[in-house]
């Protein structure tokens, strides 16, 4: 299957990843550390990520969407704990 979503929760230097495919199955549940997070996503076919609205989350939507995926950033009070 191919991942179409995925969802990041970002944080210091470990981020959570979790990607699901377009009938909503979980196909990817991983970590990853600050400096795999490039190599990660250059390598992964374009999709849709979303992510929460924080300080990083700029930097990283902006990385992200040079290598062709399409991320959208949530306000904090709109994102479950």
């Known amino acids: 299957m191919k991942i179409t979503t995925i969802g990041i929760d970002l944080a210091k230097e470990v981020f959570q990843i979790h990607g699901v495919d377009m009938y909503g199955k979980a196909l990817l549940r991983k970590q990853l550390r600050r400096s795999e997070m490039s190599k990660f996503f250059a390598n992964l076919e374009p999709c ?34």
């Open 48 to 81: 849709l990520i979303g992510m929460e609205a924080c300080g990083s989350s700029h930097h990283w939507a902006r990385k992200l969407c040079e290598f062709g995926h399409t991320v959208k950033l949530m306000s904090p009070q709109f994102v479950k704990p």
